[in-house]
């Protein structure tokens, strides 16, 4: 079946820190993958998102890339900041429901 | 707009009662996920509806839990007989066709 593998927290970075948090994934056919941050307390908000091989999604400084040779989607940012503090789900999607399979988080930990 | 909402956002109750938590998905919406997340864990999927219908259920569900989605609008999760077991964050999700999932803040719940 369907899953997401997640490297385990809690990762632990300086502020201005290169981050990289890995996520492999077993799936059938071509799902979209998704990475979701959820900060204390909070629901899940979508940080990135791509939808077939090959695709670059970004936002706030956040990349990852979808690779299909290497069932991989590798969270980066070149510089983190103490408010990225946060737990961080890679997630693909079921083709058929759309449904997301979640990994087990890492918990990113930024200090000054 | 204001977003998915879930209410309550805490609920304590004693081992073997009832409790219902709901959740309004952004309006137009057609699909609503409910998933489940324990402690240091990735949120679990737990039913599927899209409209009114209710498309697929996770064998996590045990015959305890029912979801309802009336007219295709706000959607009702209820646990029966609660046990401590069931103690975890409740995240309601909706999303329109060809398009990523918002969630809610969550509901969480804690079994005495």
């Known amino acids: 079946g369907n899953s997401v593998t997640q490297m385990e927290g809690p990762v632990t970075l300086s502020e201005e820190a290169f981050l990289t948090i890995n996520c492999t994934y077993t799936a059938t056919g071509y799902p979209s993958l998704f990475w979701y941050v959820q900060y204390p307390g909070e629901g899940l908000q979508l940080l990135l998102k791509?939808?077939?091989?090959?695709d670059k999604g970004s936002n706030k400084g956040f990349e990852a890339t979808y690779r299909k040779e290497t069932t991989s989607f590798h969270l980066e940012k070149g510089s983190v900041q103490v408010s990225d503090s946060a737990v961080y789900f890679c997630?693909?999607?079921?083709?058929?429901?759309?449904?997301?399979?979640f990994g087990t988080g890492t918990r990113l930990q930024v200090f000054p | 707009d204001t977003g998915v909402s879930q209410n309550p956002r805490h609920k304590i109750t004693k081992r073997g009662q009832n409790v219902t938590f709901r959740c309004d998905p952004i309006s137009e919406h057609n699909r609503l996920y409910w998933y489940r997340q324990t402690l240091g864990q990735g949120p679990e999927f737990l039913t599927y509806f899209q409209n009114e219908a209710q498309l697929e259920k996770s064998r996590l569900l045990s015959d305890r839990f029912s979801a309802e989605r009336p007219k295709g609008s706000f959607s009702t999760l209820e646990i029966q007989r609660t046990e401590q077991g069931d103690s975890a964050m409740y995240l309601c999700a909706s999303r329109p066709d060809r398009s990523e999932a918002f969630f809610g803040q969550g509901t969480r719940l804690t079994v005495v």
């Open positions: 997630a693909l999607s079921d083709q058929s429901t759309d449904k997301l399979i």
């Open positions: 791509a939808t077939k091989a090959d």
